[in-house]
């Protein structure tokens, strides 16, 4: 996807065609150009029931200022809720449009899934240790956590996310850079749905857990 910086007039441009609309306003005022497609796509289900065979390329969008841009292969739902999302093929990580450190397309060439919806409880070495609400809270749980330690991470869906704890996915690689992801183990973690369906299973190698729970909007 072509980018540029756009210059104080075409801001002003999209500011007035976009007022009401601060997410589009926000998003193209910072790095796209004036004729990309904001789709607001949180809540069309629709849209995500159509993508089997039909996925959405992109940039899409997550609460928290996350982004990840590939192919929209799948959004698993039950009841009508979204649970969990897939992408297909090459499929590049970012916080605030800068890629997050290990987390490109070349890292994830072959896909990335991860869960949706609100966090409910976190077991370390099999005993539960806390109600989760947050991803903020979640990382305060883990701060000092060791390499090797068992961890189940449950959200309200029903997914469970279990495995070896490896270490905390940084922005970048300082050591204090902030915390946007868990890595688990390589073969060391298996991703459950509602139903025990298999998500991710131990033998496809290393999983990436990113705090982006929630879709918000898609660029193209």
């Given at each position: 996807?072509?980018?540029?910086?756009?210059?104080?007039?075409?801001?002003?441009?999209?500011?007035?065609?976009?007022?009401?609309?601060?997410?589009?306003?926000?998003?193209?005022?910072?790095?796209?150009?004036?004729?990309?497609?904001?789709?607001?796509?949180?809540?069309?289900l629709n849209l995500f029931k159509s993508l089997e065979g039909n996925p959405i390329k992109g940039d899409i969008?997550?609460?928290?200022?996350?982004?990840?841009?590939?192919?929209?292969?799948?959004?698993?739902?039950?009841?009508?809720?979204?649970?969990?999302?897939?992408?297909?093929?090459?499929?590049?990580?970012?916080?605030?449009?800068?890629?997050?450190?290990?987390?490109?397309?070349?890292?994830?060439?072959?896909?990335?899934?991860?869960?949706?919806?609100?966090?409910?409880?976190?077991?370390?070495?099999?005993?539960?240790?806390?109600?989760?609400?947050?991803?903020?809270?979640?990382?305060?749980?883990?701060?000092?956590?060791?390499?090797?330690?068992?961890?189940?991470?449950?959200?309200?869906?029903?997914?469970?996310?279990?495995?070896?704890?490896?270490?905390?996915?940084?922005?970048?690689?300082?050591?204090?850079?902030?915390?946007?992801?868990?890595?688990?183990?390589?073969?060391?973690?298996?991703?459950?749905?509602?139903?025990?369906?298999?998500?991710?299973?131990?033998?496809?190698?290393?999983?990436?857990?990113?705090?982006?729970?929630?879709?918000?909007?898609?660029?193209?």
């Amino acid at each position: 996807m072509k980018k540029r910086q756009l210059n104080r007039h075409s801001f002003l441009v999209l500011l007035t065609l976009t007022s009401g609309n601060l997410y589009s306003a926000s998003i193209c005022s910072r790095y796209y150009l004036p004729d990309a497609k904001v789709m607001h796509i949180e809540n069309d289900l629709n849209l995500f029931k159509s993508l089997e065979g039909n996925p959405i390329k992109g940039d899409i969008h997550f609460q928290g200022d996350i982004s990840i841009q590939g192919d929209l292969a799948k959004v698993f739902m039950q009841n009508e809720t979204p649970y969990y999302y897939s992408f297909a093929g090459p499929t590049g990580i970012r916080y605030n449009n800068k890629a997050i450190y290990g987390q490109g397309a070349d890292y994830h060439a072959h896909g990335f899934g991860n869960p949706l919806g609100e966090l409910k409880e976190l077991h370390i070495n099999g005993e539960i240790i806390s109600e989760i609400k947050s991803y903020p809270q979640l990382l305060r749980e883990l701060k000092d956590i060791k390499a090797g330690v068992d961890i189940k991470i449950i959200y309200q869906s029903g997914v469970e996310v279990k495995g070896e704890f490896a270490n905390l996915v940084g922005t970048t690689a300082r050591k204090n850079a902030p915390k946007k992801g868990i890595t688990f183990g390589n073969e060391k973690c298996e991703v459950l749905g509602p139903n025990g369906d298999v998500l991710f299973d131990k033998s496809w190698g290393t999983y990436d857990l990113i705090f982006a729970d929630k879709i918000q909007y898609l660029v193209k």
